[in-house]
């Protein structure tokens, strides 16, 4: 394990103003993550997981603290220099899919890439790897709309991973799915994961799913806690 985390976040603190009141969603979070480990993010709704996850996936700034992306400090970078750095280093899933309707599951990976500036003809090949890799070689010419819940879902990893980033945040990515469904996506995710050296977090409910993953951890007052 190398002794630099991929993704470390310092002391973050994020608050929302509810009328008068403060809220302290969260309140100097600590948190450590390595290449190819995998965190379970286990807390009751409400607790700041998506908070947490925007604020680590750069798509939002604490308000105190600091977020480290393989050891350079983002604070300070602006918001151009944090939107190049988190479409190389980070890629996300969500609980829905959102992938785009009148794009085939092959241009959906492709464009993240093309994006970025790589050759169309190179991302292409890059997204039917990708999307062979994760069994969905035969469905790269469909709609989302034509595609069942489970494979939505596999087309939306190819496309978070198709940059091949360093991390992968994931907010309730089988939240969506039936039980054997979410099963089998979430085993290629950590398939994924302990082949590339991807780091993943992912906020789940799921227990089972929790139990797999290499590190578990919880949002307790505004704070990380390691579970067992
Ligand atoms: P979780 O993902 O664990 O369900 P969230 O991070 O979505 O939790 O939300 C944590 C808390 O912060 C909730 O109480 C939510 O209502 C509140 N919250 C989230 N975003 C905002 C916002 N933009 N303004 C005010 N309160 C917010």
């Known amino acids: 394990m190398s002794s630099t985390p991929i993704l470390e976040l310092s002391r973050v603190a994020r608050h929302y103003r509810e009328g008068e009141t403060r809220?302290?969603?969260?309140?100097?979070?600590?948190?450590?993550?390595?290449?190819?480990?995998?965190?379970?993010?286990?807390?009751?709704?409400?607790?700041?997981?998506?908070?947490?996850?925007?604020?680590?996936?750069?798509l939002e700034r604490p308000d105190d603290g600091e977020v480290f992306v393989?050891?350079?400090?983002?604070?300070?970078?602006?918001?151009?220099?944090?939107?190049?750095?988190?479409?190389?280093?980070?890629?996300f899933v969500y609980q829905f899919h959102h992938l785009l309707p009148e794009f085939s599951a092959l241009e959906n990976v492709v464009l993240p890439q093309t994006i970025r500036g790589l050759d169309g003809r190179e991302a292409a090949r890059r997204a039917l790897e990708l999307l062979d890799y994760l069994r969905l070689g035969a469905r790269t010419r469909h709609f989302p709309s034509e595609l069942s819940g489970g494979e939505q879902q596999r087309v939306a990893i190819a496309r978070a991973?198709?940059?091949?980033?360093?991390?992968?945040?994931?907010?309730?990515?089988?939240?969506?799915?039936?039980?054997?469904?979410?099963?089998?996506?979430?085993?290629?995710l950590m398939t994924l994961a302990r082949n590339t050296g991807l780091a993943a977090l992912i906020a789940t409910h799921n227990l089972d799913l929790a139990d797999q993953m290499d590190r578990r951890v919880t949002l307790y007052d505004g704070r990380i806690v390691e579970l067992a």
Not at 23 to 50: C, E, H, R
């Open 23 to 58: 809220l302290d969603i969260l309140n100097g979070v600590d948190l450590q993550l390595y290449s190819g480990q995998t965190v379970a993010l286990v807390a009751p709704s409400g607790a700041g997981k998506s908070t947490l996850l925007h604020i680590a996936g750069l």
């Open 70 to 91: 393989a050891g350079d400090a983002t604070s300070d970078m602006d918001d151009n220099d944090r939107t190049l750095l988190r479409r190389t280093a980070i890629g």
């Open 161 to 188: 991973v198709a940059n091949a980033p360093h991390v992968l945040l994931a907010d309730e990515p089988t939240g969506n799915l039936d039980p054997r469904t979410a099963e089998h996506v979430f085993a290629t």
